[in-house]
Structure formats: C-alpha cells, structure tokens
T-cell receptor, first 110, second 112 residues
C-alpha cells in the first residue's frame, strides 16, 4: 500500500526554471525521504528530513516538511536537462518500514 | 562496497515456472526491502526484514510469493508458479537504522 501521494504526476518545465513537487501522506512518520529514478534504473536517495525538522537543503535541492498538514515539498532550483527523471517521496513510519508514493515524472526541456 | 547486488538483471520465463530473484545487501545494513514496480501500480513494498527477520509481508500479493533471508548477506524472493501478471521490475534495497535506503539495479521479470 502507498503512503505518500505526489503531486503533480507529471511536470514539464524549461531549463533554468524551478521545479516544485509535493507529497502528502496519511499517518505519522519518523522521517520522510526523497528519491530520484532515471528510466530503467534503481532509485537514488536525495535527501532525508526528520519529523522534527521543517526545512533542509542540499545543493540545488530544498525540502520542506509540515507534519501538521502531513505534507512535504521538494524544490529543485535552476533546473538542468540532467534533472529529467522521476522523483519519489517515501515515508518511514516505524520499524524502518519505507513506503513510497507514485512519483512525479519531471521533464526539463532544453 | 559494491552496493546492493541483484541477480539476475533480466529474467524471461514461461507461465507456471518457478522464479527466484536474489539480493545481496550492503554489508552492515540491518534492513532489507523487496519492492515491485509496474506502470499501473507504481512502487509497491512487498516485504521487508530487520536483522534477517521478516517484519511486514502484508504487501506480498498471494501465496505464490515467498521471501527468505537466511543470513545478513543474502535474500531471495521466489514466485511459484509464475503468472504473466507478475511481470514487473523487482527491486531490492537495504538500509541501516532509519537512514536512507540504497537500491539495487533491479530484476526485470517477464512471464510469457
């Protein structure tokens, strides 16, 4: 069963623009994680934010977490063609169980 | 470490045959996950282990699916008998105590 739901399902923007993806979840969590998947490959971890954190940065990535709304967002600034991929949020709600959402397909147009 | 290693990378089998997928997690990781990915259903958690013990197998589709982790460095996912609707990419991932998960490259299973 999926815990997180990403929004939008697909996003297409021009190179250089910012991309924002959202994730909503249903139950309490210990942490929320964002992953990236290039076509046909395994998922790669991007960033982890714990339930007591509100914002985290890593390079061009910014993640926010609002536990009162059970939602998170991933912002990619100054997008590049190489950022084209699917992005997934995953929630860890206890005993290290990691459940993924459906993902957002991001296309960066040159 | 070479990362999470899955084998085989591709498997084509006939309906009714037994299929065994294999996974070697990263050394020192205490959790191991099996996921299935399809276009229709996305990335589904099938089963996960903590310290070689199955914790939650509620995602296993039916009794045709079984998973084992006989030791900390090896796990198998078995489908017997296989059906065309089992065609998917199966991923194994491992993690260490509430940290990020590392994924293998996946096994693309086609049941004809």
């Amino acid at each position: 069963s999926q815990q997180g739901e990403e929004d939008p399902q697909a996003l297409s923007i021009q190179e250089g623009e910012n991309a924002t993806m959202n994730c909503s979840y249903k139950t309490s969590i210990n942490n929320l994680q964002w992953y990236r998947q290039n076509s046909g490959r395994g998922l790669v971890h991007l960033i982890l934010i714990r339930s007591n954190e509100r914002e985290k940065h890593s390079g061009r990535l910014r993640v926010t977490l609002d536990t009162s709304k059970k939602s998170s967002s991933l912002l990619i600034t100054a997008s590049r063609a190489a950022d084209t991929a699917s992005y997934f949020c995953a929630t860890e709600g206890g005993a290290q169980k990691l459940v993924f959402g459906q993902g957002t397909r991001l296309t960066i147009n040159p | 470490d070479a990362g999470v290693i899955q084998s085989p990378r591709h498997e084509v089998t006939e309906m009714g045959q037994e299929v065994t997928l294999r996974c070697k997690p990263i050394s020192g990781h205490n959790s191991l996950f099996w996921y299935r990915q399809t276009m229709m259903r996305g990335l589904e958690l099938l089963i996960y282990f903590n310290n070689n013990v199955p914790i939650d197998d509620s995602g296993m589709p039916e009794d045709r699916f079984s998973a084992k982790m006989p030791n900390a460095s090896f796990s198998t996912l078995k489908i017997q008998p296989s059906e065309p609707r089992d065609s998917a990419v199966y991923f194994c991932a491992s993690s260490s105590y509430w940290a990020e998960a590392f994924f293998g490259q996946g096994t693309r299973l086609t049941v004809v």
